[in-house]
């Protein structure tokens, strides 16, 4: 009797791994245009007295720059975790670690600042206060917001399909932008609940990047489609906040509080600039020289560490525009530009060295950069390799036609 053949072995599959999305280069430009952005806000705002009212004008119309932030966030997220599981571990610490440390940078900057025995006794209530507030640093809340998004993402993810919601936002953000500024603005422990470092803040930024993500061929489409709107809507609500911003003024309001961030007109005037920001952004990326795209790249993987620490450098220069004799400081435009430029390029060097250190994911939030592999990309006739990207963002790509 012939033996039975053993039944043969059905081989088991492999689930398919999703892939990876590519990145987007005109998202890497955008972030950039935005970090300089940033820093122009912050020494602008500084370097001028708060009673000024043609410094502060400019400020008002900077204040997109939060609010682009937390579009470029969730759209990358959005992008980078499209079908795939994400870690919510990885993308926290990625995010706590810095917050953590440069609290504790700032904390100790502003002991140094208030000089006396009394702040210094204080220092750790201090230190825990302003990380459970976002208060450690004037811009650190934008941490402490996304560490609040990084937590929610899963949920976020499942709430965005719902059709309604992206308007619902936009009305409620605009609710809540006047109450802001007109009404009450929640600080002290409610401050990271309902206040300026709260996601609630920002929500519509970070559903309207998520929306934009999803539908990204459509929302790159129509704004390539529609240029010259795009342009001109900014012209339009650029004049339009500025004389709101005069009108403020002119009913009694400091001219510092005038150019807050946290109102109104900052919806339309921020959505205007990162449609007009993001054309340029296309723009730029398109540019296919190596060593473009080499200083495109460079500058994505340093601009959280340029984020983080150019508010320290700031510091040391407003205190030698004190020492700056008074024929020179009457220039204020000059003076301010200068210190803005000088500001950028400290901050750039500083994350440079801060990148080439082991402490590189705690200082700037990015793996290690190697001089030799940097050495070998500057030698290399080709377009370099992209700077190692976040946690949980997707690898380079060019910018859809």
Aim: hydrophobic share 55%; net charge positive.
């Amino acid at each position: 009797m012939r033996p039975t053949d053993p039944p043969a072995e059905v081989p088991t599959p492999t689930p398919a791994r999703t892939a990876r999305p590519a990145r987007l280069a005109q998202i890497d430009v955008l972030r950039l245009l935005i970090c300089a952005s940033v820093v122009a806000t912050h020494v602008v705002g500084n370097a001028n007295p708060l009673t000024s009212v043609a410094p502060n004008a400019v400020v008002n119309l900077l204040h997109y720059t939060r609010q682009g932030f937390f579009f470029i966030s969730a759209l990358v997220l959005v992008h980078a975790h499209s079908g795939r599981k994400g870690n919510l571990r990885k993308r926290v610490s990625v995010l706590g670690v810095p917050y953590l440390v440069w609290s504790t940078v700032y904390a100790v900057i502003g002991l140094f600042l208030a000089f006396s025995w009394w702040s210094a006794r204080r220092l750790p209530w201090t230190w825990l206060v302003g990380l459970i507030q976002g208060t450690d640093g004037y811009h650190m809340y934008f941490l402490l917001v996304s560490v609040e998004f990084a937590v929610v993402f899963p949920l976020f993810l499942k709430l965005l399909h719902h059709g309604l919601l992206l308007a619902v936002s936009g009305l409620v953000e605009l609710g809540l932008m006047a109450l802001y500024h007109y009404v009450y603005l929640p600080d002290g422990w409610w401050r990271s609940v309902a206040g300026e470092s709260s996601l609630t803040a920002y929500q519509f930024w970070v559903i309207a990047g998520g929306v934009a993500a999803l539908h990204f061929d459509r929302f790159h489409a129509w704004l390539t489609g529609h240029r010259l709107l795009v342009w001109s809507a900014l012209v339009l609500v650029c004049t339009a906040a500025t004389a709101i911003y005069l009108a403020d003024v002119a009913r009694g309001e400091t001219p510092e509080y005038a150019s807050r961030s946290l109102q109104p007109v900052t919806v339309p005037l921020s959505l205007a600039a990162i449609g007009a920001f993001y054309l340029l952004s296309v723009r730029i990326a398109a540019i296919r020289q190596p060593a473009a795209r080499r200083m495109i790249d460079f500058g994505t993987y340093l601009s959280f560490g340029i984020y983080l620490s150019h508010p320290a450098l700031l510091f040391g220069l407003l205190y030698l525009q004190k020492l700056l004799p008074a024929a020179v400081a009457r220039q204020a435009v000059a003076v301010t530009l200068v210190m803005l430029v000088v500001d950028f390029a400290l901050a750039v060097l500083a994350a440079a060295l801060f990148s080439r250190t082991r402490w590189s994911k705690g200082l700037v939030g990015r793996p290690r950069r190697r001089a030799g592999a940097a050495a070998d990309a500057s030698r290399s006739p080709q377009v370099a390799e992209p700077a190692p990207a976040p946690a949980g963002e997707p690898a380079p790509a060019a910018a859809p036609s």
